[in-house]
């Protein structure tokens, strides 16, 4: 069974920083794609980044692109999120998720498992 934890989550003023990480319990982590999606209150769920399984292969979401950078360590089973000038807007529940492909898809839809996601509000 795999699980997948967020952590970093937290409040901080608009053009700071913070850096997400989730760790994944499952010998198969290096096979497959990784990403992040975020949900705002009121908001569907919507694609941030994704990363394929080699890390050769990255997505963002057009809002987040030059903000935030996605990065992966298949030795020890986690995939990060780098946030930087970050804006009120990035406030939301983000979740890191697991697709039993190998690529970096930014559809929902192609993801298996999810974390419990980590709160990230973004406010002066």
């Known amino acids: 069974q795999v699980q997948l934890v967020e952590s970093g989550g937290g409040l901080v003023q608009p053009g700071g920083s913070l850096r997400l990480s989730c760790a994944a319990s499952t010998s198969g982590f290096s096979d497959k794609g990784m990403g992040w999606f975020r949900q705002s209150l009121g908001k569907a769920r919507e694609f941030v980044a994704s990363i394929s399984r080699s890390g050769k292969i990255i997505n963002y979401t057009d809002s987040v692109k030059g903000r935030f950078t996605i990065s992966r360590d298949n030795n020890k089973n986690t995939v990060d999120l780098q946030m930087n000038n970050l804006k009120a807007d990035d406030t939301a529940v983000y979740y890191c998720?697991?697709?039993?492909?190998?690529?970096?898809?930014?559809?929902?839809?192609?993801?298996?498992?999810w974390g419990q996601g980590t709160q990230v509000t973004v406010s002066s």
């Open positions: 998720a697991m697709t039993p492909r190998t690529g970096a898809w930014t559809v929902d839809t192609a993801y298996t498992y």
